[in-house]
């Protein structure tokens, strides 16, 4: 068997620190998605792939944006919160 380092040893530190601004960025990409489906929602779209009429592009921008803060905040309280003390570990 091969005996290879891990990614942790290779770089010298957790790649942790980059998938949660990682997860960050991918939260607001989905949120600009979504405000940006509500706020072309009226607009003539050209010969695109899939064309929507104006009330699913702003069906498929609410679901965008709540998946997007759904994404945020669990992100943040997965990588960025403070884990409280807890008396178990006596």
Do not use: C, H
């Not at 706020?39 to 929507?52: K, R, V």
């Not at 699913?56 to 990588?79: D, E, H, M, N, P």
Request: glycine fraction near 12%; hydrophobic fraction near 45%.
């Amino acid at each position: 068997m091969l005996n290879l380092p891990t990614t942790e040893e290779r770089l010298g530190k957790s790649p942790q620190r980059l998938v949660r601004y990682f997860v960050l960025a991918m939260a607001l990409v989905y949120l600009g998605l979504g405000v940006w489906l509500w706020w072309t929602a009226d607009t003539a779209t050209g010969g695109g792939i899939i064309t929507l009429g104006p009330t699913a592009r702003r069906v498929l921008g609410s679901v965008f944006v709540l998946y997007g803060l759904l994404r945020f905040f669990r992100g943040y309280q997965t990588y960025f919160r403070k884990k409280p003390f807890s008396d178990d570990n006596e």
